[in-house]
Every structure is written in C-alpha cells, then in structure tokens.
Nanobody, 123 residues
Framework: QEHLEESGGGSVQAGGSLRLSCVTS????????LGWFRQAPGKDSEGVAR????????AVADSVKGRFTISRDGARTTLYLQMDNLRIEDTATYYC????????????????RGQGTQVTVSS
C-alpha cells in the first residue's frame, strides 16, 4: 500500500528557504508521477512540482519557477522540494503525492498523498 510522509514545513520570513522531504513506501507500480501540490485556504489546489519516475524528468509550475526545485535521493525513496526566495503567497499546506503512470497537468488530483505539511511565509 502506498504511503507518503512529509516533513520540513514551518514558518519563515519572505525571502527565506525551506526544504520539504517526503519518504515514500509501497510504490509498486511500474512508474509514477511524483511531486508536490499545495492548498491555501479558500483556494484551489495547485500542482507545484512533479517528477516522472520513469526517466526522472521534472517540471515546476510557473508560479515557482526559478525558486523551487524538485529532486529525489539515489535510493529513489525520498522526494525533496527545495524552496528558495519564499513569498507570502507561497503560504499553504504542501502535500507530497504519487500518481501511477505518466505525468499530466492534473496528476495530483488523482494521486495518493501524504498528510501535508504547513508552510507559512510572513513579511
């Protein structure tokens, strides 16, 4: 059974950095779209970054391009989201997610997900 567990959230001032980690287990399908999405109060969820397990290719949303980086460890069991130059609008609950198969625009809406970790950015 798929299990994902996030850590690394917290409170930071604008311009600061955080690194989120996600330990995964039970990912037994041939390939997954892995990544992060976020949800702020009163807003729709937003896919932030994704990585295809088949070839390692990754992509980030335009809203975080140049500031956020997705990566995974050599054992391919831990996923990371490095967040630099954080902005107040990045405040949200961040979820690690995994969807069987290839990545597509709405991959995170049909995914397994962790419990989420809160990121709060203040001025």
């Amino acid at each position: 059974q798929e299990h994902l567990e996030e850590s690394g959230g917290g409170s930071v001032q604008a311009g600061g950095s955080l690194r989120l980690s996600c330990v995964t287990s039970g990912l037994t399908k041939n390939s997954y779209c892995l990544g992060w999405f976020r949800q702020a109060p009163g807003k729709d969820s937003e896919g932030v970054a994704r990585l295809y397990s088949g070839d390692g290719l990754s992509a980030v949303a335009d809203s975080v391009k140049g500031r956020f980086t997705i990566s995974r460890d050599g054992a391919r069991t831990t996923l990371y989201l490095q967040m630099d130059n954080l902005r107040i609008e990045d405040t949200a609950t961040y979820y690690c997610a995994a969807a069987p198969g290839i990545c597509h625009d709405n991959w995170y809406r049909v995914s397994f997900r962790g419990q989420g970790t809160q990121v709060t950015v203040s001025s």
